[in-house]
Each structure stands twice: as structure tokens, then as C-alpha cells.
């Protein structure tokens, strides 16, 4: 796709975003389609589902995973450490300590990308740091870290690496959702406290 094409593209959907946002989150939208567009043409605004697994492993404080998915679909499960912010209540301001910080990179995720990338979109173009996408969601991540397994008689050590960080990433993303509904909501509940404390208070 060409720049031209592609600078099309964004401004349409620049321009129905910012017509479904409220009126004064509108007006203080700050990068122009074309800043958005340089922005967004580098790959630097992803992060791959075995980057997040590891950010997972590793308890990465310096990453806040972003579930833009409904309450609903994200009680019935989601990424370790993942908050829920339903992607129609984004520019809710009880959230603005969350995505408008530098102290994280916020990484946003949904089932697939378009979410995401809308989402992404808002908070960059509102000036929004450290944003960035999950490439896949939700459906890569079952593919990926879920459903990754080891076929053949030889592995390469960079495989092996790959394929205990998928697995440990696997294996805690199943005892978190295993929990019962009352205890993963107290887990939840209490992340949430947990990052409004440090965040100053945004509940």
C-alpha cells in the first residue's frame, strides 16, 4: 500500500474516531493523521505475543497489559497482569491515570488487531507515550503461547528458548483463569488497588 493510500485510509479513520469521541476529548486530539501515520509505519509500535509472554514470566514492571476486550470476555480470561479497559469506555477520565503516564508502556490488546489499533490510535493521537500493540491479540496468543508445541527429534537452542517461554507463559496464564470466578475477581481487584496506589489514586 502507498503512502497516499495509506495516509487515506488513516484520515477516514481519524475522522470517524474523532467524531464518536466526546467533545472536548475531540478537541484536544494533538497529532495530525500524518504524524500518526509516520508514528504508526513503524514497526517499533508492536510487540510481538513471545515478547509479552516474557514480559509475563519476567513480572515486567515497566509494562501495563491493557484488555480492551468487554468485561465480560475478559473475566472468562486474559493475560496475567492485564487490566480491563473496554475499549467503548477508553476515554472514560476515571482511566487517565492509566494511559496517560510515562512511568510504563502501556501494550493494548483485543482479540484481534483492529481494537487495538483504534485504541492505540486515540491515546497516541491525544498525546498519549508509550503505547503500544500486542500484534495478534487475543487469537495469537491462543495460537502462539496456547497451542505451541514441539515436533521432531532435534530442537535448535533458540527453539528450546522459545518454547519454555511460551510454556511457562501458558502455564500461568492457565492457573490465573482456572481460578474461580470469586478468587480471580479478588486477584483482579486487588491489581487494580495495587496500580491506583501507585499511580496516585485513579479509582
Known sequence: MNARIKISVLLAGVGLILAFLPFNAAK???LKPTELLEISSNSDMYFSVDEVARFVNNEDSTI?????RSASEFMES????????????????N?????????VRNVYYANGDETANMAWTIVSGLGYSNSFVMKGGMNEWYLT???SEFTGERITPR?????????????TFTQINSLPDSLKKQYLEAKRLEESQ??????
Open 28 to 30: 484536544s486530539f494533538q
Open 64 to 68: 501495563q497489559l491493557i484488555d480492551l
Open 78 to 93: 486474559n493475560i496475567p497482569g492485564s487490566i480491563n479497559i473496554p475499549f467503548n469506555d477508553l476515554l472514560n477520565p
Open 95 to 103: 482511566w487517565e491515570g492509566y494511559l496517560n503516564q510515562d512511568r
Open 145 to 147: 503461547v496456547m497451542l
Open 159 to 171: 527453539e528450546n528458548s522459545l518454547f519454555e517461554n511460551r510454556y511457562k507463559a501458558r502455564r
Open 198 to 203: 501507585l499511580d496516585g489514586g485513579c479509582e
